[in-house]
């Protein structure tokens, strides 16, 4: 089992940045990609970015060039979103989420961003 648990979410003005963490226990071991979702009120849970075991990455098209996925070094216990030039539409809560190679996936319980304009 993983447990994973998201910090960081609050409430910014538009143009401004947030930094949320996820922070991961058990069996760690497991996980082979991690990532960030958000879903906003009545819309699907969509993806944010993820991240791979070796590093790289993959972001959603809305927010290419203004959010960065890093992992922690050599523990490998922690994700962040680093999220720069926030606007309105990125309100949602956001979700950690890890996957292991048996195919099981992983969440955490969620953090609210809410982007004023």
């Known amino acids: 089992q993983v447990q994973l648990v998201e910090s960081g979410g609050g409430l910014v003005r538009q143009g401004g940045s947030l930094r949320l963490s996820c922070s991961a226990s058990?069996?760690?071991?497991?996980?082979?990609?991690m990532a960030w979702y958000r879903q906003a009120p009545g819309k699907q849970r969509e993806l944010v970015a993820d991240i791979a075991r070796d590093g790289s990455t993959n972001y959603a098209d809305s927010v290419k060039g203004r959010f960065t996925v890093s992992r922690d070094g050599a523990k490998k216990t922690a994700i962040y979103l680093q999220m720069n030039n926030v606007k309105p539409e990125d309100t949602a809560v956001y979700y950690c989420?890890?996957?292991?190679?048996?195919?099981?996936?992983?969440w955490g319980q969620g953090t609210q961003v809410t982007v004023s304009s």
């Open positions: 058990g069996s760690i071991r497991s996980i082979s990609a």
């Open positions: 989420n890890g996957n292991s190679l048996a195919g099981d996936a992983y």
